[in-house]
């Protein structure tokens, strides 16, 4: 259970302390869970909640950054903001990549105010403090005689690659990601991910507690109700027998096209200790469709090794917050993050073959299409459940079997809780 020491209560991301008593009051709540059930009503509606949540999961866990394809070039950045922290990841004049901290060593405020761009050197809009590509920092005026500039360049944010994914984590000992690359390393190398690019990404606010979110995109329960165009795509509307039906006819479609079969499950509660959880499974698209489009289609070419379409789809996980869909000629990435106890953002990256040309080989209307209207659609549900989860009327209420991936997140939830 979750330790009454004292020193444990000083530690909150927002620096202030919490009484004892709201915390065995949480020890208490995670206690109470019902196995089989939704969360009770105060994990989404306590602030107490919310700053456990952020010490012990979210700056715990890596998040999905974006590809190495946005920055390509020396002097390269982009911003990434979860909660109350902020990562500049930057690509050095000696190539590499790396992520700072968003916060000058002088008094703390924001470096960079921009979302992305291209600079020589980072400039603090304060009072001037200036940061190289590396960090380092390189002026600072009217500082006294013995002030150490070596010692205040930016702190380094935990940041690492993927074949060709970028993530970060705002603690210095997260997990360790050695498995995942291992392990998925045959899958990912079969999409060419490494080579793939952006060719669309968007942002999209929530206003709902982060695991509304989450726990909505774990589950199909509600597809065949709001999302009819996924509906008629997507063999995951329906019941796990049905689905292994149609998952033998894809296997026997899928080394006509180039594609390996791989099934690896190693989610969060079943990661090796102190790794990141992750995950791959390919299921099968109606037989009227060839990829996730307004059509069923083609939207751009295809991908990796793919030498043709097996009317498949794979789903990627990557830990707690990054979970992604792989047509054969394109992938959706989803990224899900709190901002504010009670305001979420969810980002969505869509890629492309690294050599495949806007106007030419891909419409970005045409690739968004699918996934920006079950976006939007998702986002009034969440809000909706939000709204009735705050209600006094609200109580936990059994899952079907079509929730059985939500039901397994929210035990990882209760059991990082009360991680020490």
């Known amino acids: 259970s979750i330790s009454r020491k ?84 930057v690509r050095g004049e000696d190539g590499e990549l790396r992520a700072f901290a968003n916060v000058c060593r002088h008094r703390g405020s924001l470096v960079c105010l921009e979302e992305r761009g291209n600079t020589s050197r980072f400039t603090c809009p304060y009072h001037g ?66 080579n793939l690019k952006v060719a669309a990404n968007r942002t999209y606010e929530i206003a709902a507690n982060w695991k509304l979110c989450i726990e909505n995109y774990q589950e199909c329960y509600h597809c065949a109700t709001a999302h009819p165009d996924y509906a008629r795509m997507h063999t995951l509307t329906l019941n796990y027998d049905q689905r292994e039906r149609l998952r033998i006819d894809l296997r026997e479609r899928m080394s006509s096209c180039g594609v390996r079969d791989f099934d690896i499950d190693r989610i969060d509660t079943a990661a090796p200790p102190g790794e990141m959880g992750y995950g791959y499974s390919r ?41 992604l869909l792989a047509y054969s000629d394109h992938v959706v990435a989803y990224v899900f993050t709190p901002q504010e106890h009670q305001r979420s953002q969810c980002e969505i990256y869509w890629l492309v073959r690294g050599d495949a040309q806007e106007g030419r080989d891909y419409d970005v209307e045409a690739l968004t299409w699918l996934w920006d209207i079950t976006t939007q659609a998702d986002k009034e549900i969440i809000v909706n459940n939000s709204k009735g989860v705050h209600s006094k009327y609200y109580e936990p209420g059994p899952f079907s079997s079509m929730e059985a991936m939500e039901r397994i997140y929210i035990d990882w939830i209760l059991q990082e809780l009360q991680r020490p």
């Not at 010692?151 to 210095?172: E, I, P, W, Y």
């Not at 789809?313 to 830990?319: E, I, K, L, P, Q």
Request: aromatic share 14%.
């Open 6 to 89: 004292s020193s444990i209560f000083a530690t909150l991301p927002n620096g202030l302390r919490a009484s004892e008593d709201e915390f065995l009051s949480i020890d208490k709540l995670i206690r109470s869970q019902r196995p089989g059930f939704s969360l009770a009503q105060p994990f989404y509606t306590d602030p107490a909640v919310y700053e456990l949540e952020l010490e012990r999961i979210v700056y715990r866990n890596w998040i999905l950054a974006g590809h190495v394809s946005e920055l390509p070039a020396t002097g390269d950045f982009k911003v990434v903001r979860v909660a109350r922290e902020s990562a500049i990841i």
């Open 129 to 194: 403090w200036m940061y190289g590509l590396d960090g380092a920092l390189l002026a600072a005026r009217d500082m006294p005689g013995d002030f150490e500039r070596d010692a205040h360049g930016l702190k380094r944010v935990s940041f690492d690659l993927v074949h060709g994914l970028m993530f970060v984590c705002f603690t210095d000992v997260p997990p360790g990601l050695d498995s995942c690359k291992r392990d998925l390393a045959e899958p990912m190398a079969m999409f060419d991910f490494e």
């Open 283 to 323: 299921s099968a698209l109606f037989r009227k469709y060839q990829t996730g489009s307004r059509d069923g289609q083609p939207v751009a070419p295809l991908l990796g090794e793919f030498t043709g379409y097996d009317q498949g789809a794979s789903d990627f996980t990557f830990g707690a917050f990054s979970f």
